[in-house]
T-cell receptor
């Protein structure tokens, strides 16, 4: 089973709202990722959690706040977003193999994404 | 400099024919992995196939095969017997041994399968 689930599928929010995106996997993966994808562009990495600790923050504005409550769950808290933040937000997970030749084979499995519209 | 280059923004193929999607990469790391993902209009990124830099054989997964030419730094995806459901965006991606958790994606190729 290579399923990553994301909720909600669609989200419309105003610039003053607070909302959260949720991602879940039950593959025993220890690395989880948030990506932002604009139309007709490749995904852009936002955050990576490894063993529930924040490993990478790609200089993402503080209006995006990630959280990894446990090894299966990843949240992205949204506050005071701008219209240009409207995008597809993808969650992914991978085994999180560290070091050695297996590292390069650490395949990411993606969820279906949340389409976010900021008004 | 672009690390992953996909030069074909859009491709058309007739149903049941084979199609090759091009991908070239640039890295000085001797250890790297190459991935292809499919993204239908629904949005989900679907993992298709993987090739490691040390792999001697070209990877194959069902109708997908990877034409890996290490000296030319190319990793083209071949889809045999195209189906209407293959219409999607395809991304080539690379993970470098020294790159940590980062995966570098190409710009993508939009494939249209004609009936």
């Amino acid at each position: 089973d290579t399923e990553v689930t994301q909720t909600p599928k669609h989200l419309v929010m105003g610039m003053t709202n607070k909302k959260s995106l949720k991602c879940e996997q039950h593959m025993g993966h220890r690395a989880m990722y948030w990506y932002k994808q604009k139309a007709k562009k490749p995904p852009e990495l936002m955050f990576v959690y490894s063993y529930e600790k924040l490993s990478i923050n790609e200089s993402v504005p503080s209006r995006f706040s990630p959280e990894c409550p446990n090894s299966s769950l990843l949240n992205l808290h949204l506050h005071a977003l701008q219209p240009e933040d409207s995008a597809l937000y993808l969650c992914a997970s991978s085994q999180g193999l560290a070091g050695g030749p297996s590292w390069i084979a650490d395949t990411q499995y993606f969820g279906p994404g949340t389409r976010l519209t900021v008004l | 400099a672009q690390k992953i280059t996909q030069t074909q923004p859009g491709m058309f193929v007739q149903e049941k024919e084979a199609v090759t999607l091009d991908c070239t990469y640039d890295t000085s790391d001797p250890s790297y992995g190459l991935f292809w993902y499919k993204q239908p209009s629904s949005g989900e990124m679907i993992f298709l196939i993987y090739q490691g830099s040390y792999d001697q054989q070209n990877a194959t997964e069902g109708r997908y095969s990877l034409n890996f030419q290490k000296a030319r730094k190319s990793a083209n995806l071949v889809i045999s017997a195209s189906q209407l459901g293959d219409s999607a965006m395809y991304f080539c991606a690379m993970r470098e041994g020294n790159g940590g958790f980062k995966t570098i994606f190409g710009a993508g190729t939009r494939l249209f399968v004609k009936a």
